[in-house]
């Protein structure tokens, strides 16, 4: 398997050949450069991108990086040690090929080929920038259910910075997510990388079912994969005992499993999952990262769809977090990714059922009979309600059905009583719901692609502290009036679907979930075209 390095030996020697070379002008180069002719190398080379073009002809076509300067050289060697060490953020370094563009550069020994090769690094520039910043794919081309803008940088504005920097190298690290996530996936990726060159985690547990109690060489088996792994200390017990029960159960609890100690199918499918997969994993969450490399509030909600689990975090700490029901995993129920912000809760909600579910789900039942689906109201166009008797169902097909359906306020309503809205074109809330055995599933992904909150009463008081002395009794009062009611926030708060299947706890601790909807192996696939690779390190 091709390596995935942080720093390869050969780039990290021609950055500091180049720092020496770019002194002064190399042996190859003309003592006296035509700057005539420079400019107009300049001017042909950049014409073929927009933005370059009025990049240099803001600065009457002089270049930026030729030159023995000090800033000169600064900026070449900062942008060539970058290229050299993109692989540590998990991007190919052979999409920038810097042994033949440091061979270029030497060969570069008139003022045109200078010309030439002042606009050539510039053009890497914006793709490193473009690449580290904000992501090799663009995310609703791999999954069509990531709903998330990428925040691309201005490419004007990321060269004037860059050419006004006191520090070339430094403006080049800040280009990179800041978020605290992001520089904990880097760290756990590194770590990973390195033990690969020892045989990684070493061989998979055979066999079946474990507990506690058993002994032999299978149970040394599953010993050395969770010390190799880091849930066990050293060990040389070859009985299931009570260290290596806690050690499964870390093991389940950074899973998203039921803790209960026992190395059971499941578990042991999951401890047996290659190292180089989990590390793909984490190259996907790196590059996820990117496509969301901007504020996220330093209050926000965050769900993670795969962990079942919507919290409240304040300054990167979980504040309040509650288990949740996320959409099936048929491709019409799917929930979506993106961000929003929320606005207002509506205490005793109606439930406006969605049209998809009204002609799919509650027309083929009313065709037969019309009193099916008694809870819900039906509603004409003025916004009446009719009454069933009378009205032919059969007559109408998806198409032509001319009403809606509405479920009023209740205990036993489909929203429950209370939702929480950030108010957005696919119309995806989070609410409350009556099928609370839902949420003493493992795996909870039944909904039409809402997301059901197992708290939501806990939910709504600790976003409500911030505005009133008095969180519990205040909402109670409104719910207790059994009138539906909008509570506005008064500090409207972000809210971010994501879809994590790698992701750390503020501690740093790498923690995995499942590939519910298979999201993030089309997008490693996709990574995988781009030539990202996973393997070994060598600092």
Not at 71 to 87: C, G, K, M, T, V
Not at 340 to 346: A, E, I, K, N, Y
Not at 395 to 409: G, W
Request: hydrophobic share 40%.
């Amino acid at each position: 398997m091709t390596c995935l390095m942080f720093v390869r030996p050969a780039a990290r020697a021609l950055a500091v050949a180049l720092s020496l070379v770019f002194v002064a002008p190399t042996a190859h180069a003309q003592m006296s450069l035509s700057v005539t002719g420079l400019r107009q190398a300049v001017a042909e080379a950049a014409a073929r991108d927009e933005d370059l073009a009025a990049f240099y002809r803001e600065r009457s076509f002089e270049g930026i990086w030729t030159g023995s300067s000090q800033i000169a050289q600064a900026r070449r060697n900062a942008l060539l040690s970058a290229l050299s060490q993109a692989e540590s953020h998990g991007i190919p370094a052979s999409r920038y090929d810097v042994e033949g563009l440091v061979q270029a550069l030497y060969a570069a020994d008139n003022a045109a080929e200078q010309g030439r090769m002042d606009v050539e690094l510039s053009r890497l520039l914006l793709r490193y920038a473009r690449d580290v910043n904000t992501g090799l794919l663009n995310p609703g081309e791999v999954v069509s259910l990531i709903k998330r803008e990428v925040p691309l940088i201005d490419r004007r504005a990321l060269l004037e910075g860059f050419m006004t920097a006191a520090s070339p190298s430094g403006f080049l690290r800040q280009l990179a997510p800041q978020a605290p996530e992001y520089t904990r996936l880097m760290r756990n990726y590194h770590e990973m990388q390195s033990m690969i060159p020892m045989g990684g985690w070493g061989p998979a547990v055979s066999g079946g079912r474990l507990e506690p109690g058993d002994s032999g060489p299978r149970v040394v088996e599953l010993r050395n994969r969770l010390m190799a792994m880091g849930y066990l200390g050293r060990s040389v017990t070859v009985t299931y005992d009570d260290a290596i029960r806690g050690a499964v159960e870390r093991f389940q609890s950074t899973h998203g499993m039921t803790v209960d100690g026992v190395a059971g199918e499941a578990t042991l499918r999951e401890i047996n999952v290659p190292l180089e997969t989990r590390m793909q994993s984490v190259l996907v969450a790196m590059e996820r990262e990117r496509w969301m490399n901007i504020p996220r509030g330093d209050r926000h909600i965050w769900v993670n769809l795969t962990d079942f689990h919507a919290n409240i975090v304040d300054f990167d700490r979980v504040t309040f977090s509650t288990r949740s029901v996320i959409g099936a995993v048929g491709s019409d129920r799917q929930s979506p990714e993106f961000s929003d912000v929320m606005t207002h809760m509506v205490v005793n909600p109606s439930w406006h059922v969605p049209r998809s579910i009204i002609v799919n789900e509650y027309l083929p039942s009313l065709r037969s009979n019309p009193g099916a689906a008694g809870h819900l109201q039906i509603i004409d166009r003025q916004g009446r309600v009719i009454s069933r008797d009378g009205v032919d169902f059969s007559q109408f097909s998806a198409s032509s059905f001319p009403f809606s359906m509405r479920q009023p306020p209740g205990a036993r309503n489909a929203l429950g009583q209370v939702k929480f809205m950030f108010p957005n074109p696919y119309n995806i809330y989070l609410h409350d719901t009556p099928a609370q055995d839902l949420f003493g599933r493992e795996v909870r992904a039944f909904s039409h692609g809402c997301i059901r909150l197992d708290d939501p009463f806990d939910f709504a008081y600790a976003l409500l502290a911030r505005q009133t002395s008095d969180p519990v009794g205040y909402f109670q009062q409104i719910l207790n009036s059994r009138n539906e009611t909008r509570v506005d926030l008064e500090t409207p708060v972000p809210v971010h679907l994501v879809y994590r299947t790698a992701f750390t706890s503020v501690t740093g601790e790498l923690q995995f979930r499942s590939d519910i909807y298979g999201r993030d192996a089309l997008i490693w696939d996709a990574l995988s075209r781009e030539g990202v690779v996973v393997g070994g390190f060598q600092g």
